[in-house]
């Protein structure tokens, strides 16, 4: 790989989510409570314990806050266990965790399940120290989760938060401050084009900006409403 090929792929890297990069909107209550959960943490011990979950549409941010939860107790030395739908073999649970994300839930298979369940009863109710954190996430409500019983009514056990998805303006200033976060200049013929012509899915909005970062990078061009289509119509 050329010098000038390895140093297009490394700035144009997506930041780390985090949590003060999270346009909350309409979920302000969500990221509060996650934003005092994790402060401070220290020695593994964090301020609550009560579970979390937090459902919603694909797109309102679900994923965003647990990996932003994840890189957050990960700067304070805090060690945590994830998974998701694609996670093929979850290990064993490991008493030096201080916390479990589980992101994804309505996907999981039937061992996907029975890892979750066993990584929520022992961090609920640990053989030694103190109880962990369970934080998780999915489509639907912990009520009509397609999991076994067990696992779906501990998943609703603690604080529940609904997410919704931003409406266009709020849409606007994410894609707005993740090309700032990626040193992307976004003109607003642009911004306009991505909002009419794909998903309303903001996930999907910032994958879409993600690629086309990528691609002017590596085409050595500005983002223009023509890149778009050309990275579109060769990719």
């Given at each position: 790989m050329s010098p000038m090929r390895q140093l297009a792929l490394d700035i144009g890297l997506a930041p780390v989510p985090?949590?003060?990069r999270f346009f909350a909107g309409p979920n302000?209550?969500?990221?509060?409570?996650?934003?005092?959960?994790?402060?401070?943490?220290?020695?593994?011990?964090l301020r609550s314990c009560l579970p979390v979950y937090l459902w919603g549409e694909a797109g309102s941010g679900k994923t965003h806050l647990l990996k932003a939860v994840q890189e957050a107790l990960r700067t304070q030395g805090v060690r945590v266990g994830w998974m998701q739908a694609s996670t093929e073999n979850p290990p064993a649970f490991d008493?030096?965790?201080?916390?479990?994300?589980?992101?994804?839930?309505?996907?999981?298979?039937?061992?996907?399940?029975?890892?979750?369940?066993?990584?929520?009863?022992?961090a609920t109710s640990p053989a030694t120290g103190a109880p962990r954190w369970v934080l998780a996430a999915g489509d639907l409500p912990p009520a009509d989760l397609p999991l076994r019983d067990d696992l779906r009514s501990r998943l609703g056990w603690g604080h529940v938060f609904q997410l919704h998805l931003l409406d266009e303006p709020a849409r606007r200033a994410v894609l707005r401050q993740e090309a700032d976060a990626r040193g992307v200049f976004l003109g607003d013929e642009v911004m306009d084009y991505m909002l009419k012509?794909?998903?309303?899915?903001?996930?999907?909005?910032?994958?879409?900006?993600?690629?086309?970062?990528?691609?002017?990078?590596?085409?050595?061009r500005a983002i223009t409403i023509p890149l778009l289509k050309t990275m579109l119509e060769t990719e």
């Open positions: 985090t949590l003060a302000e209550a969500a990221l509060q409570h996650l934003r005092l959960a994790v402060e401070g943490a220290s020695g593994g011990a008493e030096d965790w201080a916390a479990v994300l589980l992101d994804e839930v309505h996907l999981y298979s039937t061992g996907q399940q029975a890892a979750a369940f066993n990584w929520f009863v022992n012509r794909f998903s309303r899915d903001l996930g999907s909005l910032v994958q879409l900006l993600d690629r086309l970062d990528s691609f002017a990078l590596r085409t050595q």
